[in-house]
């Protein structure tokens, strides 16, 4: 068990929907990190925050967008939800933002089913 | 930009035989991080090894050893003594140091590692 959190586990939706999924990173992480896992794309980088604020952007689309609260969780949004959206999607954490906590730890993913 | 490769879409060992999983990156910097992560059935991403590129040794890990060698841009994993609960696949990361920016991590393919009996 990483210590990072996900909600849910699964999730079954229509295309053209919205969906929220959220993520609580370790205890004492400030930083957490939304991955895209699909099969035509493999392993990519979404989004990054730290301390509340977004800290970098990588592959991600103007339909999704996240935050991070104050008690640090972050939601990941979805919007007009495509069959090309489904895939699973990871929320990892680290204590800093770069250099000083190298190591992402990885909660156990959302799997999105868009039908 | 970084990119990282795996050239192994698929490999088989013996139990309790010795593995080596292959990865290629390439980026113009000199000071990084390497990874590989494991991702069994569960799909949960498990961190198995880290590397810092600054860091002449080999990192080592119980059973898990790599082969960095940083002129050749190569990270391999090692995984000796194999047990049936490391079939999954494996994952190749590379990351930035001190980049004041994105931290993010940038993956390989994946290898998918079967142990036989």
């Known amino acids: 068990d990483s210590g990072v959190t996900q909600t849910p586990k699964h999730l079954i939706t229509a295309t053209g929907q919205r969906v929220t999924l959220r993520c609580s990173p370790r205890?004492?992480?400030?930083?957490v990190y939304w991955y895209q896992q699909s099969l035509d794309q493999g392993l990519q980088f979404l989004i990054q925050?730290?301390?509340?604020?977004?800290?970098a952007k990588g592959n991600i689309l103007e339909r999704f967008s996240a935050q991070q609260f104050p008690d640090l969780h972050s939601e990941l949004n979805l919007s007009s939800l495509e069959l090309g959206d489904s895939a699973l999607y990871f929320c990892?954490?680290?204590?800093?933002?770069?250099?000083?906590?190298?190591?992402?730890?990885f909660g156990p993913g959302t799997r999105l089913l868009v039908l | 930009a970084q990119t990282v490769t795996q050239s192994q879409p698929e490999m088989s060992v013996q139990e309790a035989e010795t593995v080596t999983l292959s990865c290629t990156y390439d980026?113009?910097?000199?000071?990084?991080?390497l990874f590989w992560y494991k991702q069994p059935p569960s799909r949960q991403m498990i961190l198995v090894i880290r590397?810092?590129?600054?860091?002449?040794q080999n990192a080592t890990e119980n059973r898990f050893s790599v082969n960095f060698q940083k002129a050749a841009k190569s990270f391999s994993l090692k995984i000796s003594d194999s047990q049936l609960g490391d079939a999954a696949m494996y994952f190749c990361?590379?990351?930035?140091?001190?980049?004041?920016?994105?931290?993010?991590?940038?993956f390989g393919t994946g290898t998918r590692l079967q142990v036989t009996l």
């Open positions: 990892a954490s680290s204590v800093g933002a770069w250099e000083t906590q190298e190591t992402q730890y």
């Open positions: 205890s004492g992480d400030l930083s």
């Open positions: 925050y730290y301390n509340g604020e977004e800290r």
């Open positions: 980026t113009s910097e000199s000071d990084y991080y």
């Open positions: 590397q810092e590129a600054y860091k002449q």
């Open positions: 990361a590379y990351r930035l140091r001190n980049t004041g920016t994105a931290s993010k991590l940038t």
